[in-house]
Structures are given as C-alpha cells and as structure tokens.
C-alpha cells in the first residue's frame, strides 16, 4: 500500500502565498503520475492548474511533490488533495492513491 501525507494548509489573506507539501510512504516500486487537486466547497474534485501563480515541484528521489500558491484568492479556498499513480512491483499496475486533503482557507 502507499500512503500520502500532506501538510503546509492553513489559513492566509488574499494576495499571500502558502507552500503544500506531500510525501509517499510504502512499498512503492514506481511512481508515475504525482500531483494535486482540489475541491472548493459545493464543487467537483479538479486538478489544479499549474502555470502562474500555482507551481508543482517534484522530487522523485524523496516522492515528494510540492505546490507553491502566491497571490492566492478566495476563490483558491478549498480542500486540497495530493494524489498519485503507482506501481507497487516490477511490471505491475498503477494504481490511484489520494492523501487525506489538506485545507486551504483565503480570507481577511
């Protein structure tokens, strides 16, 4: 099994800028696919748009992944989610894991 863990969620004004963090535990063979969602509150699950104010950085030694959000709106304000796909041994399936969510709150 894989386990994600994520941290760096909080509350910040408009304008500021918050760093997430997430790490993958387990045994884990590869992994392919790692990133971010998000859901806002009333809406669906979406992958966050990279590209502008938000930034992910990975770092496949450690499997960790990292989003940098600056400038950040109310409209950022939602639950965020790590996520990634992988292997668990040589020529196996990927499979999806997802983190507990961390929330992320944009308000004076």
């Known amino acids: 099994q894989v386990q994600l863990v994520e941290s760096g969620g909080g509350l910040v004004q408009p304008g500021g800028s918050l760093r997430l963090s997430c790490t993958a535990s387990g045994s884990i063979f590869n992994i392919a696919v790692m990133g971010w969602y998000r859901q806002a509150p009333g809406k669906q699950r979406e992958l966050v748009a990279t590209g502008g104010r938000f930034t992910i950085s990975r770092d496949n030694a450690k499997n960790t992944v990292d989003l940098q959000m600056n400038s950040l709106k109310p409209d950022d304000t939602a639950v965020y989610y790590c996520y990634c796909?992988?292997?668990?041994?040589?020529?196996?399936?990927?499979?999806?894991?997802w983190g507990q969510g961390t929330q992320v709150t944009v308000s004076s």
């Open positions: 796909n992988a292997a668990l041994r040589i020529g196996g399936p990927l499979y999806a894991y």
